[in-house]
């Protein structure tokens, strides 16, 4: 199976922008390590989404060090 495709810098910054059009910093959302294995970590948004380093659409989330990609992110419920 090839590896996917990578997303383009507007592709990525469209998904941020998408992101932060729905969801307000505060958002509950559930992190998984492991896309489709379940939920790992769970807590709020910390930031806006944003590209980092070019290559990925990312957001901080309070209960976990470091940024978290989109795609492994799930959204629990609005802001609290």
Known sequence: M???KRKTPEQLQA???A???RHPE??????EN???????H???T????????????????DGKAGAVSLDHIMVLDAVL
């Open 46 to 61: 910390t930031s806006e989404a944003q590209v980092m380093g070019g290559h990925s659409a990312v957001i901080w989330f």
């Open 15 to 17: 998904q941020c922008d």
């Open 19 to 21: 992101w932060n059009a």
């Open 2 to 4: 090839p590896a996917p």
């Open 34 to 40: 492991i896309r489709g294995q379940g939920a790992t």
């Open 42 to 44: 769970k807590g709020k």
């Open 26 to 31: 505060g958002t509950q959302i559930a992190f």
